[in-house]
């Protein structure tokens, strides 16, 4: 799955600053490389910043390091303690543009999406008014903030009495192809029965625009260029589900991204991320009772990397790779049980055609290179076949696909801000 490095291209941090007399304009550049580490989920780096850094860029540090371990409500703190500093700093333009971007991203992360539009659109208007038109690239997520500003919140979810089990398919049929490989589960929309993938790599939740008007949704234009996703679907709306039901859970009134050609839809992090402690295999996801979880005792802190106004936001865990210590994303969908989504023209060298999946099981014909490696992720030790895309442009390297379930488990809890990977077939306490 691929999306374009958006927040490396946006340049942007606290510690290089140019003020005129009259306009106070301000040069920004990452050279410090803040952004660069919270776009790649880097939080030793954001740690040592924050120790280390120019005083603009420690304050600046200070709110993104809690984002980083989806602390939203610590890092609001720590963006209003910004705040004050912009008020009496020289460098007060660029400082507190940076800090209200990153509390409109923190929004988004909610899911409120009505709160992040509020927030940017009176964030591009005072930039303008203040001649910080330079910053406006980084605010740019869609054409228009002022649609949205009206927009449900994504808290509208319930769930039965925990445990549940939700299982996985692994063939998905559309109408127009069939997904051999991946994770997928039934669902209803609308009351209208569906098959959604489950979808660790997806910013937001998607639908294809057909099944949409089947479900009677009604749609916005104008939504994120890629739907907060990596697939090439077409053009994006904005819809509202009036019910997302799946075993015992319930979504009401839930916005979801609606994509012209999306294929299936997915269930995307800012669903899975309030569903609470979970056990994530290749034949479902277990939703844990406190019991369940408390005994699986995680204690790794999670992370997620994200950029400046929240999109794109990507669950990370640490791998090694031939002895080299890297970072990789959880995209669940995705087939491949790990990815190398840029690689050299030196890495093509064995390469092979085949249909590659995309989110919501979209899946399109691309020559791909292999190559077998060694991964150590979490528990597992391992030799296998990591498949490799050429010229992707992303904010990652490496992928840990739907396939890599059946290498592992993994448990998540966002409430707990706990992530780890578990040996296969972890055994739950009843």
Not at 6 to 20: E, G, H, R, T
Not at 100 to 123: C, M, P, T, Y
Not at 294 to 313: F, M, N
Not at 385 to 394: A, E, P, W
């Amino acid at each position: 799955m691929k999306m374009p490095n958006k927040i490396i291209l946006l340049l942007l941090c606290v510690l290089s600053f140019a003020p005129a007399a009259s306009t106070r304009k301000a040069s920004i550049r990452d050279k410090e490389g803040l952004f660069e580490a919270m776009s790649v989920g880097d939080q030793e780096k954001v740690e040592n910043l924050r120790a280390t850094g120019s005083p603009p860029l420690r304050v600046v540090a200070e709110a993104v390091a809690p984002r980083m371990r989806f602390d939203l409500d610590k890092s609001d703190k720590k963006v209003a303690d910004c705040l004050r500093y912009a008020e009496v700093d020289n460098r007060a333009p660029t400082v507190a543009f940076i800090c209200h971007a990153l509390k409109a991203g923190n929004s988004f992360l909610r899911g409120d999406i009505s709160a992040w539009a509020v927030q940017l659109k009176e964030l591009r208007k005072d930039s303008e008014a203040n001649g910080l038109d330079g910053l406006l690239d980084a605010i740019n997520d869609v054409p228009d903030y002022t649609q949205w500003t009206k927009i449900a919140v994504h808290d509208h979810l319930s769930i039965g009495a925990r445990p549940i089990l939700i299982s996985f398919k692994h063939t998905a049929k559309h109408e127009n192809f069939t997904a051999d490989g991946g994770i997928f589960f039934d669902a209803r929309v609308n009351g209208r029965a569906i098959l959604l993938g489950f979808d660790t790599g997806a910013i937001i939740s998607l639908l294809d625009k057909g099944d949409a008007n089947k479900a009677g949704m009604e749609l916005t234009r104008n939504w994120l260029q890629d739907g907060g996703l990596q697939i090439t679907a077409g053009r994006f709306s904005l819809g509202t589900a009036r019910d997302m039901s799946f075993g015992d859970v319930v979504l009401k009134n839930w916005p979801v991204s609606v994509g012209d050609r999306a294929g299936l839809g997915v269930l995307g992090l800012e669903a899975i991320s309030r569903m609470g402690p979970l056990l994530l295999s290749y034949d479902g996801v277990h939703l844990l009772s406190e019991i369940q979880s408390t005994a699986l005792a995680c204690q790794r802190d999670i992370d997620v990397s994200s950029g400046l106004t929240g999109l794109p936001a990507r669950l990370r865990f640490p791998v090694i790779i031939d002895g080299t210590a890297q970072f990789a994303v959880l995209d669940t969908g995705q087939t491949a049980a790990l990815a190398k989504v840029d690689g050299t023209d030196a890495e093509m060298t064995n390469t092979t055609t085949m249909s590659v999946q995309r989110a919501g099981g979209l899946s399109i014909e691309e020559t791909v290179g292999q190559r077998s490696v060694s991964l150590i992720a979490g528990p597992v030790h391992t030799t296998m076949v990591m498949t490799i895309y050429k010229d992707y442009k992303s904010d990652y390297s490496y992928a840990l696909g739907a396939d890599f379930l059946k290498y592992a488990d993994i448990f998540l809890d966002f409430s707990s801000r706990k992530a780890c990977i578990l040996p296969k077939n972890t055994k739950l306490v009843q």
